[in-house]
Structures are given as structure tokens and as C-alpha cells.
């Protein structure tokens, strides 16, 4: 709520600056960069010529920017840098009223100035848009980083340690088929490799279905050399 109040008042507060500043500075284009030139010279400014075109161009386009809310921070130092130059060269040694070319309007406006430059000009105009832009925009891309590395973190992530841990704290590595944890090896040493049990092979199969006892009895019957008394042998 309180930023919403801050909000309005900022808003007021430009858009009335900006009126004034812009009269004045209309009133400079009006009267041509020359006379203005002259009136400053008179008045015993330093470089009145580069006075005059600074105080003109400023407070016409500044008191415009801050109107619209763009750029309120840096128009608000420039448009300062003015009034206080108006109070020091022109208005400083004549009283606070402005009837009495005092710098009371120039006192005002430049205080006012000092708090954009301090608060900023509120979140309803253009600085405000423009950041709310960007803030969703940084938001958006901290989202996607944020996805991007979930969706990695699984698949990059180390997989499945075959590292069995004793109590004591120490890490053995795990050896398939191996009675228990290998003892690591020495430096320069390479590691040996765990001894499996040899399995007996599977007899052949032959076509047919028959393996090698059938056909070890197939040759037996039909060897020529075996005597004719000699029976098969039985399996």
C-alpha cells in the first residue's frame, strides 16, 4: 500500500515539475537562443551563450522526460545542476521571494529535482514499465537456467558406485564373482584380476541330436577291426 501511495505521489510531483520546467524552457525557444543569450549575459552568468542553449534544451526536453517517467534519475541531475546555477549566478542575492527576484521557484524546483534523483520518479511511467519488462525478463532466463540444470543433473550426475564400505570408514571395491574385496594394488602395479573357477564345457551336439558317447558308440560298430564276437557297447 505504501508503495502504491509513493507510487501517485511521484507522479503528481513529475508531471507538475515537468509543466513548469517546460514553460520556461518554451518561453526560452520562444524568445530565440540570442536573447536569451543576452538576457544571461546581462545578468553577469559565466559563457552565456552555453547557458543559455543548456537551460533551454534541458528544461524544455527534461521537464518533457519527466513528465512521460523516462530517464527520471539522470533529467533530474541535469535539470538540479540548472537551479542550483540559477540561484548561485541569478537569484542568490536577492531574497527568497520570487516577486522580488528571489529563488524561492528555483529553491523549489530544485528540491524536487533532488528527490527524483534520490527516490526516482515511481513506478507509473515509462522507467517503470521498461523495468518491470526487464525484471520478467531476467526472471524468465533464471527459470530456464534453473530447468536447464534440473534436467542435466540426473543424467550428468554420477551413476552407481561398486564401492562397498566398510565400518571403519574405508571404501573396498567390489569384484563380481570374487570371495571378497581385492586389496588395492600398489603404485605402478597393475591391478590383478580376480581368478574365476573353470567350468567344464558342454559336450558337443552333433546333427541329428547326437553328441560325442554316441557317436564314440557309432564308430565302435562299424570299426572293422573290432572281432565279430564283440558285442555293441552297451551305454
Given at each position: 500500500m505504501k508503495r502504491v501511495v509513493f507510487d501517485v505521489a511521484a507522479l503528481i510531483a513529475r508531471v507538475v515539475t515537468g509543466v513548469i520546467f517546460v514553460a520556461h524552457g518554451l518561453q526560452k525557444w520562444q524568445g530565440g537562443l540570442g536573447a536569451t543569450t543576452q538576457m544571461f549575459g546581462g545578468m553577469g552568468i559565466p559563457l552565456p551563450g552555453a547557458a543559455a542553449g543548456f537551460a533551454t534544451v534541458v528544461e524544455t526536453v527534461g521537464?518533457?522526460?519527466?513528465?512521460?517517467?523516462l530517464l527520471v534519475r539522470p533529467v533530474a541531475l541535469l535539470l538540479l545542476i540548472d537551479m542550483i546555477g540559477a540561484i548561485v549566478f541569478?537569484?542568490?542575492?536577492?531574497?527568497?521571494l520570487v516577486g522580488e527576484g528571489g529563488w524561492e521557484l528555483a529553491g523549489a524546483l530544485g528540491a524536487l529535482c533532488l528527490l527524483f534523483l534520490a527516490l526516482g520518479g515511481g513506478r507509473i511511467g515509462l522507467d517503470g514499465l521498461f523495468g518491470a519488462i526487464f525484471r520478467r525478463r531476467a526472471r524468465q532466463r533464471v527459470a530456464e537456467d534453473e530447468l536447464i540444470e534440473h534436467r542435466r543433473g540426473p543424467a550428468m550426475g554420477p551413476g552407481p558406485s561398486n564401492v562397498n564400505v566398510r565400518p571403519g570408514g574405508a571404501e573396498d571395491?567390489?569384484?563380481?564373482?570374487?570371495?571378497?574385496?581385492?586389496?588395492?594394488?600398489?603404485?605402478?602395479?597393475?591391478?590383478?584380476?580376480?581368478?574365476?573357477p573353470r567350468q567344464p564345457a558342454a559336450p558337443r551336439t552333433?546333427?541329428?541330436?547326437?553328441?560325442?558317447?554316441d557317436m564314440r558308440d557309432i564308430d565302435a560298430l562299424v570299426s572293422e577291426d573290432q572281432p565279430e564276437h564283440r558285442k555293441p557297447p552297451n551305454r
Open positions: 521537464g518533457v522526460f519527466l513528465i512521460l517517467g541569478v537569484h542568490g542575492n536577492r531574497g527568497v571395491a567390489y569384484q563380481p564373482g570374487a570371495g571378497g574385496p581385492m586389496p588395492p594394488a600398489e603404485p605402478g602395479m597393475p591391478a590383478e584380476r580376480p581368478e574365476v552333433h546333427a541329428g541330436g547326437l553328441d560325442d558317447a
